[in-house]
């Protein structure tokens, strides 16, 4: 089993910035993806951004050119920097592991873009 365990959430206004981490723990394979997606009242979870332990990554159109993610690989642990937020970025953003036959998921932590 592997465990993630998420923090950096908050309330922010907007064009501001937060930073997100998920720490991975537990049976953590040699290649994997980690990601974060995002829930908002009422609408689908929706991918924000993966990266692989290839170094591949993925971005929403949405959050291309101001969120960056990147991982350190010796804690398993993944980052999330969001800048320039805006009120349509609220949301609980979920962190998630995936490896052959896994696919894991964070408890989830609120972001919450408001002035």
């Known amino acids: 089993q592997v465990q993630l365990v998420e923090s950096g959430g908050g309330l922010v206004q907007p064009g501001g910035s937060l930073r997100l981490s998920c720490a991975a723990s537990g049976s953590i394979f040699f290649a994997y993806v980690m990601g974060w997606y995002r829930q908002a009242p009422g609408k689908q979870r929706e991918l924000v951004a993966t990266?692989?332990?290839?170094?591949?990554?993925k971005y929403a159109d949405s959050v291309q050119g101001r969120f960056t993610i990147s991982r350190a690989n010796a804690e398993n642990t993944v980052y999330l920097q969001m800048n320039s937020l805006k009120p349509s970025d609220t949301a609980v953003y979920y962190c998630n592991y995936r490896s052959p036959g896994r696919d894991d998921w964070g408890q989830g932590t609120q972001v919450t873009v408001s002035s």
């Open positions: 990266i692989s332990t290839a170094d591949s990554i």
